[in-house]
């Protein structure tokens, strides 16, 4: 038989209001192998955000101590806040067989280049940046002061698209979540996530008449 356990990290990139939580959140009802990695972060709880479901929210020093004893695989200053991604927390469940999808920022995606665990990246984008402020002007968090400074950012952040796998437009949640899961299963089926094939076709001595 074929074996197949490498397991990777699923990059999901996206400017603020891009939609890349809802779509995280449906690729992870709609799949059984892919868990998510929760980050820690110094910012303050949203609205109905629970500690350690979203996010492991930590103090300043605490976070800079986790930083120091090398306990993230990456980190970034977000909006003036820190982000981190618990490099133990990962190996663990690549170890047990998931995939690990991270939501996580242009910085933070650039730093995991650097690592040796296999991953694919992958930013999503709205249509059009006019859909993007509609967006954000829904979501009804932030003023429209800060509304305009995530504009601006989103723009630096675009920049950064060719560093990205693959590029998911998200005009239909639908469809944007099945390109997701698509690019999963493309990354899955890849040659070089099977040990030795040849060896595993060739392998004798199964029964499947049963
Ligand atoms: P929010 O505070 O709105 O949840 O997230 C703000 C930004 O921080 C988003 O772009 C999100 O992708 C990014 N982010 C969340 N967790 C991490 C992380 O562990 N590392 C990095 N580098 N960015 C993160």
Redo the contacts with the bound molecule.
Sequence with gaps: MIEHNKQFLIIL??P?GGG?TTILNEVRRMTDNIDY?V???T?QPRGTEENKIH?HFVDEPEFLLRKEAGDFL???L??G?W???SISFIKGRLEAGKHVI????V???A?ISSTDIPYVKVFIVPPSMDILKDRLIKRDTDSMEEIEKRLKIAITELEHIDRYDYLVINDDLETAVRDVISIVRAEENRTDKYINPIAGFLCTGENHDQ
């Design positions: 990139s996206a603020s890349k990695s980050s820690y972060t910012r996010y990456e980190s970034a977000v909006f806040k982000y981190g991604t991270m939501d996580i920022d910085q933070g995606a730093l």
